[in-house]
Every structure is written in C-alpha cells, then in structure tokens.
C-alpha cells in the first residue's frame, strides 16, 4: 500500500475515538527514528566475535612469509634434511604454520559470512521493532489492515536486501558441516603428525592440508550433502550394532589385536587391498556392514576402485585396521590367519 | 552433516573399564575419528565408535 498525502489512512479510521494521530504522522515522527537509534548504533557489537589482540591480515602475512613457499621450494627444504629428528621438525613446523594460517583465513571467511548475515538478521529486527511500536501505538478497527500492508511491503525490502534465503538457512548448516569436516581432516593430520617422517612425509600432509582446505569451502560442503544423501540411505537400511563377548575383551586378544594394526601400518603398498580382496578369515555381518558404510554403501568385494593401488593404500589400510579392530573372533585361530597373511606380504 | 557412520557395540557386564579404554585405544588406533563408552561395569557398556566415510571428508 502506498502512502500518499492525498490518500493516505487515517488511523481508527473515520470513527476513531480520542486523539489518535495518523500513520504517516507518526512515521515521519522522532519517536521513529529513536526506536531505531539503538539498532543502528548496536551494530559494532552485534558482529559476534571479539576482537582479536592481533589483526588477523597481520598474522595472516607474517604466516604466508614464513609458511607458505610455494610446495616444491618446501618439498626441497625439506629433502636436504638428512636426519630424521630435522625432518620430522621442518614438516611439523610447515604443517602447524600452515594450519594456523588456514584457520585465521577461514575465521575471516565466517565472519564476512555472519557479517552478511547479520545485516540481513538487523534489517528484519528494525521491520519488527517498527510493526511492534506501530502495533503499540495504532488502535482501531483500521490498524490491522494498515499494517498489514505495510508489513507486506517491509516484507519486501527484506527479500530484497537478503537477495535469497541463502544467509538465512542453508549457509549456517553448510557453516556447520564445514566446521565438522574441517575437524575430521584436522584429526587425521594430528594423527599422521604423531607418526614419523617415513609413514607421514611431508608430502602427504600437505596433501591433507589440501583437503583442510577443501573441508572449509562451500563447494566442499555442498558436495558433501549430495554424498552423504546415499550415505543416509545406506545408514537407514543397516543397523550398525553388536553384543560383544567376554572372549573379545580378553587381554591377550586385545594385545594381539593392536599388534595386528602395528603390523598393517608396516605393510607395503598394496598389500592391504590384496588382503581385503581374499581375507584369511571370515568377516562377520556386524563388520561388514560397518565396511560397507564406510564404503559409501559399496561392498568390500567391488571396491576396487576406492581401495586398489599405491594413491588409495591410505584408504586400504584404514580399512583393513577397521576390519581388524571390528571382527568378532578374535580366536587364536582367526588372529593366526590374520598375521600370517600380513606377515607374507611384508617385504 | 559430515559423511561419517557409527559404529555401536554392547559390552557384557563384569567388563572393566580398562577393558573399555582399550577398546576406544584400539579403535583410534585404526583411524577412528572419535570413540567413546558409556555404561558401567555392572549393568555393561555400550561403545560408540565413528569412522569417516571413504573418498569423502
């Protein structure tokens, strides 16, 4: 509804009683503009993070000096060390430098988002704010269809500053996954900084910190939520749970079971898919299943494409541990057909 | 949502809870992402275990 001077409403209406002024009196009022005042002074401390002791460009600089050679000038460092001692500091180094950087450039990147946001989120508290006073102030039969109308068109100024529903729902989920994913990645980097420079070259994990990366985008995340669709599928038709015997937490079986994940971690590329494709002892339902899941709902028998060769090796022996911690029997026998099998393979 | 799956499994009662810290070991040992048990010794308990999905973060 628009409002003119020639036609603009009368609040109450023709009939109203008392000293009731008019909408557009009122809008054009100062009582208007106060109502707002505090939103719009608010608007610095309405971001929602603190204020960071140092500018995060300037952390971001000083880590992209130090950390961020381009990967084969570091890859080059990092071969004249001769020592394993100087390796594994040099790739530790390079690493955490590079996941802080990550990490700062990704709090910037949250922050524009909720910046983004909260603009929107404060354009639609001052609509409401108005409506609210002007639902305050306007009595009568009339106030209702007045302010429908001029909700309606705040309603509209809202969509039109939000452009879309974007900020509004689906970026804090995608926010949300990426910070999931981010933490899934990051555990698998802490873990390979555990290990030596041998079983985690730096090549690697700057391989992961590409993923790091990756975790953090949007394009990342959206391609999650199509994956994880299947994934969901697959959820629902399998119940992943088992009782567990007495037999299974016994101390020596438990000692041969971390044995045995030593032993796959030792084994050379290859080896463990060529194990997976004809285990020495039977996998179990529960274990299957657990695989298959793992497998984005493909069976152990068809996975060739997702565990075979020297690049999926990682994923193979991720596997093969699972199936190692997971299966029920921990018989002698079964633990015996088991090491002999990793055993044959290892150079 | 992160493209992982849960893994669950029942431990009878007069397991200890050395047992159960074990079991979460071993299980992060073969690249878990997070393991963890509630119950008690008595009643059993029940481990929780969650694994990243293959080819996805």
């Known amino acids: 509804m628009r409002l003119t001077r020639d036609k603009r409403p009368r609040l109450g209406g023709t009939h109203a009683q008392g000293t009731n002024g008019n909408l557009w009196d009122w809008l054009k009022s100062p009582g208007l503009f106060l109502l707002i005042l505090p939103l719009l002074a608010g608007c610095n401390s309405i971001e929602g993070f603190?204020?960071?002791p140092e500018k995060e460009s300037t952390a971001l600089e000083s880590l992209r000096e130090k950390y961020f050679l381009p990967a084969i000038d570091v890859l080059d460092v990092y071969e004249t060390k001769a020592e394993e001692a100087e390796k594994r500091n040099y790739r530790d180094k390079v690493i955490h430098g590079r996941l802080l950087a990550l990490d700062l450039q990704?709090?910037?990147f949250?922050?524009?988002i909720y910046k983004e946001k909260t603009i929107s989120d404060m354009s639609h508290s001052i609509s409401g704010v108005v409506l609210g006073a002007a639902g305050a102030v306007v009595p009568g039969a009339d106030a209702s269809r007045i302010?429908?109308?001029l909700s309606g068109g705040l309603a509209g100024s809202q969509t039109a500053i939000n452009k879309t529903l974007f900020y509004e729902?689906?970026?804090p989920a995608l926010l949300a996954l990426m910070d999931a994913q981010r933490d899934t990645v990051r555990a698998e980097i802490m873990k390979g900084l555990a290990q030596d420079t041998s079983r985690y070259?730096?090549?690697s994990a700057l391989s992961d910190l590409e993923r790091y990366l990756q975790a953090g985008s949007?394009?990342?995340a959206l391609a999650t939520v199509t994956a994880t669709a299947g994934e969901k599928s697959v959820k629902a038709e399998t119940q992943l749970e088992t009782i567990r015997t007495k037999e299974f937490v016994d101390t020596k079986a438990q000692r041969d079971v971390d044995e045995m994940l030593d032993m796959a971690d030792s084994l050379p590329a290859g080896a463990a898919w060529d194990i997976l494709e004809k285990p020495p002892a039977e996998i179990d339902a529960f274990t299957s299943m657990a695989v298959r899941g793992r497998l984005g709902g493909k069976d152990l028998r068809n996975a060739q494409d997702l565990l075979s060769g020297e690049a999926k090796d990682k994923d193979a022996k991720a596997i093969l541990k699972m199936v190692l911690a997971l299966t029920g029997d921990r018989s002698?026998?079964?633990?015996?057909?088991?090491k002999a099998a990793m055993q044959s393979r290892m150079k | 949502m992160p493209a992982t799956i849960d893994t669950k499994e029942l431990f009878p009662p007069g397991t200890t809870e050395s047992r159960m810290k074990k079991e979460v070991d071993l299980r992060m040992k073969a690249c878990a992402i997070r393991s963890h048990y509630t119950g008690d010794k008595t009643n059993g308990w029940v481990l929780v275990t969650t694994w990243n999905v293959i080819g996805q973060q």
Do not use: F, Q, V
Request: charged share 20%; net charge positive.
């Open chain 1, 50 to 52: 603190p204020d960071r």
């Open chain 1, 106 to 108: 990704y709090a910037i």
């Open chain 1, 110 to 112: 949250k922050k524009a």
């Open chain 1, 147 to 149: 302010l429908s109308a």
């Open chain 1, 169 to 171: 729902r689906t970026m």
């Open chain 1, 201 to 203: 070259p730096l090549g």
């Open chain 1, 218 to 220: 949007i394009p990342g």
């Open chain 1, 332 to 338: 002698p026998e079964s633990i015996s057909a088991w």
